[in-house]
T-cell receptor
């Protein structure tokens, strides 16, 4: 375990479903991130939270909605997704928002939209 | 946008051989980092090299950074089957609060 825990590990959902991905870290880190990893594409940054405040949203469709209730927890709420949203969703945290000490990643949630 | 590009994309070597991967980037950086990802898992941070450093070692890993050429290399010496993974470089551009990752290098070490 890396110290960043993501649940569930696998998720299959229909296009009309609503589901949430959860990320939890108890490393005392101040920044948390959501990345999307699709086959043969670079990791795509989706959201950045620093001290529980969203500081960046990389033009992600509104069907993805993040929530950061405290510095240890990060959620990604999903609704009316498309098949092309199927991917590995990775959560990461870092000691400082600028990543000067590297990121710690969770194991990811493998999402399949049917 | 700031992004690392690894070269070569896929590498297959025999156990015990050395593996070298390269990464290039486009703009000024604060630091450059290398990560490893085993199949279907999260990324694991391997090593970070700052823009004022030229070389760094960690166990069997050696990273170089050439800011004049905007490139970095990762060398894995005496490779093992357990080194089979994808390797990513990531750059932290000055003024940004996020890392941009390359597409990754798949390395297969044959026992």
């Amino acid at each position: 375990e890396t110290g960043v825990t993501q649940t569930p590990r696998h998720l299959v959902m229909g296009m009309t479903n609503k589901k949430s991905l959860k990320c939890e870290q108890h490393l005392g880190h101040n920044a948390m991130y959501w990345y999307k990893q699709s086959a043969k594409k670079p990791l795509e940054l989706m959201f950045v939270y620093s001290l529980e405040e969203r500081v960046e949203n990389n033009s992600v469709p509104s069907r993805f909605s993040p929530e950061c209730p405290n510095s240890s927890h990060l959620f990604l709420h999903l609704h009316t997704l498309q098949p092309e949203d199927s991917a590995l969703y990775l959560c990461a945290s870092s000691q400082d928002p600028k990543g000067n000490y590297g990121y710690t990643f969770g194991s990811g949630t493998r999402l399949t939209v049917v | 946008s700031q992004q690392g590009e690894e070269d070569p994309q896929a590498l297959s070597i025999q156990e015990g051989e050395n593996a070298t991967m390269n990464c290039s980037y486009k703009t000024s950086i604060n630091n450059l980092q290398w990560y490893r990802q085993n199949s279907g898992r999260g990324l694991v941070h391997l090593i970070l090299i700052r823009s004022n450093e030229r070389e760094k070692h960690s166990g069997r890993l050696r990273v170089t950074l050439d800011t004049s050429k905007k490139s970095s290399s990762l060398l894995i010496t005496a490779s093992r089957a357990a080194d089979t993974a994808s390797y990513f470089c990531a750059t932290d551009a000055w003024g940004n609060n996020r890392l941009a990752f390359g597409k990754g290098n798949q390395v297969v070490v044959i026992p």
